[in-house]
Nanobody, 123 residues
Framework: QVQLVESGGGLVQAGGSLRLSCVASGVTFSNYGMGWFRQAPRKEREFVAATSRSGGTYYADSAKGRFTISRDNAKSTVYLQMNTLKPEDTAVYYC?????????????????WGQGTQVTVSS
């Protein structure tokens, strides 16, 4: 059974930082591309960042220069380091796993999803 479990969300002031983690089980993690998405209230889920199984990375424009995605295959974990947070970053953040070597910004390309972790940025 595949499980993705996110952690690290919380309440932070604008300008602060958070590090999200997502631990995968039930899959050979190194065979999967991984992504982070987010969904704010009354908005559609949107792409944030992704990494290929070889460690290549890709970011949404809103995340470039502030967020960093990384992975540790030995720990079956993908991270999202978020710096200089803004109130508009407030959302539930989800990690997702995609079979194959590449990353994708399309949510439909992902096979498995976590339950999400809430990030709230106060102004």
């Amino acid at each position: 059974q595949v499980q993705l479990v996110e952690s690290g969300g919380g309440l932070v002031q604008a300008g602060g930082s958070l590090r999200l983690s997502c631990v995968a089980s039930g899959v050979t993690f190194s065979n999967y591309g991984m992504g982070w998405f987010r969904q704010a209230p009354r908005k559609e889920r949107e792409f944030v960042a992704a990494t290929s199984r070889s460690g290549g990375t890709y970011y949404a424009d809103s995340a470039k220069g502030r967020f960093t995605i990384s992975r540790d295959n030995a720990k079956s974990t993908v991270y999202l380091q978020m710096n200089t947070l803004k109130p508009e970053d407030t959302a539930v953040y989800y990690c997702a796993a995609r079979r194959g070597p590449y990353y994708s910004s399309a949510s439909a390309a992902y096979n498995y999803w976590g339950q999400g972790t809430q990030v709230t940025v106060s102004s």
